[in-house]
Every structure is written in structure tokens, then in C-alpha cells.
């Protein structure tokens, strides 16, 4: 298969590649050199190219930054959707398109409250949601017109080389910098009652794979483990790999209410097979491992 990928270079597209290409495919795999927010390169790109299939994940990424610079996130986030959909309907028009949205497009709920499914309602609460609601919604537009398009909604997933913005892996660096002797004994946190739903990124990837598959149905398809996991559970499991036996220091700039984002992912599990296979234990091994080694490398 000829796949174009946008976000290439992130935490999850440069998986994606190096899956995409191990199995033999044809791929082309572009990041900020392709600016997604420029409809013109975009359109030329994918002529040039003539993909069997489109990735986008090209985004920004990290919510809070989004609440800083909401016109960067709706720029690249809603407009970008936009441009691959465009530029897909004009030049690939028979292409599969896995427009990467999120889990986030839902909102919070009370901790408790049972996981998403895709039928829930849209109740996106930050611009990184909302721009990522729009997109959604712009796909289901261009789908009911014809193109080929299927929306993932991922939950939170993680694995080595993810940022240290993000609460897991900024556990795991804090506490690989204790082992090395460095900090001050403490492990900053946020609000460790919120709960979230983790999946492995090789996981998330595995899914992406499923749904570029241009056999497996269009249309929307949270990708979620179903459990969800109260933040200090992922403290937990990360003191259960070392012998840090750290204090805890609640961060008021990290601390936010306590909600719950949790999803159901049945409609993958029973359309492609798909399930996680990955332990969210070894998923914490493997991310403390690769903190050890980047400090050890300073
Ligand atoms: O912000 P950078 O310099 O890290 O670059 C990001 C890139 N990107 C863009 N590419 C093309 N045109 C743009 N205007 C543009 N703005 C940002 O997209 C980064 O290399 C990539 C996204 O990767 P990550 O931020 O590492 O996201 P991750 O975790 O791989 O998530 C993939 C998708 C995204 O749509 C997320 O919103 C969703 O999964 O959860």
C-alpha cells in the first residue's frame, strides 16, 4: 500500500512509519516540512504521492498549550483536518484517510461513570478538544460526501519517548533522576484522584494499522483500553519499579479537579479484532527504562 503520513515525526507517526514500512509499504512520511495549515502544499503533496491511504496525525498535541495558544491549536488542528480532507477529496479521492481526532472530544466525567462509547456526545472542554471536535465533525461531513474517511478517537497512550509534559512520563523522569541521586526527594504531582484510560503507543499503533485497512468499515472508532486508571494507580506502578520511596508534593500549577476520561473501544475490538496486548505494567517498565537511560546520558 502507498501511505502519506502527516505528523510524522511525533511520539506515534514515527512508530507508525517504521511499522508501515517493516510490512513493505510504500510510505510518505512528512512533518513540519509539510505544513498541514497549507492547503496548496497539502493538495500538491498528496497529487504528487497518489496514496492508497492518508494518516493524519499531524496536531499540537498538549492540551495545556492549547489554553495558552488556542488559535495555533484550531489553526493546525481544525484547519489542518481540513486541509488533508480537501486535499484527499481532490487529488486521492478513492483513498482511505485515518483522520486522527481524540478521546478528548467527549469531556470528563465523573470518576465511576461507565467509558465512552462512539455514541456518547460531543462535550469537548479545552480548545485542544474543541479544535479536535471540529475535525471530527468535518470528517463525518466529507464521509457522507463520499470520501473514504475513518475518525479514531484515541485515549491517552504512552510508551518510551513520550514528552515529560505528560503525567506518566514526568513520573517516570522524576523518579529516574532520584535513583541517579538528583531532585529533592520529592515527586511533584497534580491531582492524583483524576482518572484516565492508558493504552501502550505500539497498541495505538496497532489499531491505526487495522483502520487503514481499506476492508475495515468506515467511520468513527474510539481506540481505548476500557479501564480507567486513577493517576495515583500510575504513581503506584511506577514505586513498584523502583526502591524510591519518594515524598509527594501536590503542584497547584499541575492540579486540576478530579474527572474521569475512559473509553470503549468494543466497536474496534469486534469490527477488526484488535485488542491491547501490551501490559500497562510493561508499558511503565519500559517508559522508566528509557528515563534512566536519557538521564544517564544527561
Ligand atoms: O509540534 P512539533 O514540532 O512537535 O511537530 C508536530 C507536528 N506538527 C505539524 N506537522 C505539520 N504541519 C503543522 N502545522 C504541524 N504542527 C505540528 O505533528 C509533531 O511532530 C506531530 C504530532 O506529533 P506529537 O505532538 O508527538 O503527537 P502524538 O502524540 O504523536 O499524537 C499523534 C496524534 C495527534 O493528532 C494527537 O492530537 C492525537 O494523536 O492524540
Known sequence: MRVFVTGAAG????RLVARLRARGDAVEATDRELDVTRPDAVGAALAGFRPDA???LA???FVP????????????????????L???AAAAPAARVLLVGSGAVYG???PGTPPFDESAPLRPASPYAWSKAAADRLGALRAARGLDVVRARPFNHTGPGRPDAFVESSFARQLAELEAGRGDGRVAVGNLDA?????DVDDVVDAYLRLLDPTTPAGVYNVASGRGRPIRAVLDGLLALTSQRPAIREDPARWRPAD???GDASRLREVTGWQPRIAFEDTLSRLLDHWRKQVAAG
Open 108 to 110: 470528563s466525567a465523573a
Open 11 to 14: 511520539f506515534v507517526g514515527s
Open 54 to 56: 492518508v494518516a493524519h
Open 65 to 84: 498549550d492549547s489554553w495558552s495558544a488556542p488559535e495555533a491549536a484550531f489553526r493546525v488542528n481544525f484547519l489542518g483536518g481540513r486541509s488533508v
Open 86 to 88: 480537501d486535499a484527499a
Open 59 to 61: 496536531a499540537l498535541s
Open 195 to 199: 482518572v484516565r484510560d492508558f493504552l
Open 260 to 262: 474521569a476520561g475512559v
